[in-house]
């Protein structure tokens, strides 16, 4: 399926992972997708193009959060806190809910884990855990949302959107998070 002329899609491989995949439309980042091995890049591990280093996307030059993506991969320590999303939550209408628990997520340090009651606490709404769990499942910005850094309330791991569980804990794994 070819996505719409405003929708641009962004490939780039990440050494051990695979190949990731940024959506951008109309200059507003919508989608991150992490790196998996079972994807194909469309004969080119890396789509930059001409021109892209003037794409501006969540506040910082495309190649420039492209790089920052591969060097998470390989050990960095990222936050990805001085993203400007604000676009981005209005892309997606999220609700109130919805960004308040997008943005609590934000805030879960690198190596650190909390739980969906937890999240849902911290949003505001402390009995609303399914909502903060369903919030994570149709997250659409990995990495840059850590939704991989929120486990059951019981210490498992839980669910991780398209990637599995197998990739969640990857990424735990990789911030050096023991489960």
């Given at each position: 399926m070819?996505?719409?002329?405003?929708?641009?899609?962004?490939?780039?491989?990440?050494p051990?992972?695979?190949?990731g995949?940024?959506?951008v439309a109309r200059g507003v980042?919508?989608?991150?997708?992490v790196p998996r091995r079972r994807r194909?890049?469309?004969?080119?591990?890396?789509?930059l193009r001409p021109g892209d280093?003037?794409?501006v996307v969540a506040g910082v030059p495309l190649p420039a959060l492209v790089e920052r993506l591969v060097a998470y991969y390989g050990g960095s320590r990222d936050p990805f806190l001085d993203l400007d999303l604000g676009p981005t939550y209005e892309a997606l209408a999220t609700t109130a809910f919805?960004?308040?628990a997008i943005e609590e997520m934000r805030r879960v340090p690198y190596g650190g884990t909390v739980s969906y009651r937890d999240l849902a606490q911290r949003a505001g709404r402390e009995r609303a855990a399914r909502a903060a769990g369903n919030v994570c499942a149709r997250g659409t910005l990995e990495l840059i949302v850590p939704y991989h850094r929120v486990i059951a309330s019981d210490g498992t791991i839980g669910s991780y959107g398209s990637g599995g569980?197998?990739?969640?804990?990857?990424l735990l794994l990789l911030e050096g998070v023991r489960l």
């Open positions: 070819t996505p719409p002329p405003a929708m641009r899609i962004v490939r780039y491989a990440a051990g992972w695979g190949v995949e940024l959506m980042l919508v989608a991150h997708d194909e890049a469309g004969g080119e591990e890396l789509e280093d003037e794409l919805e960004t308040r569980p197998g990739v969640k804990r990857r």
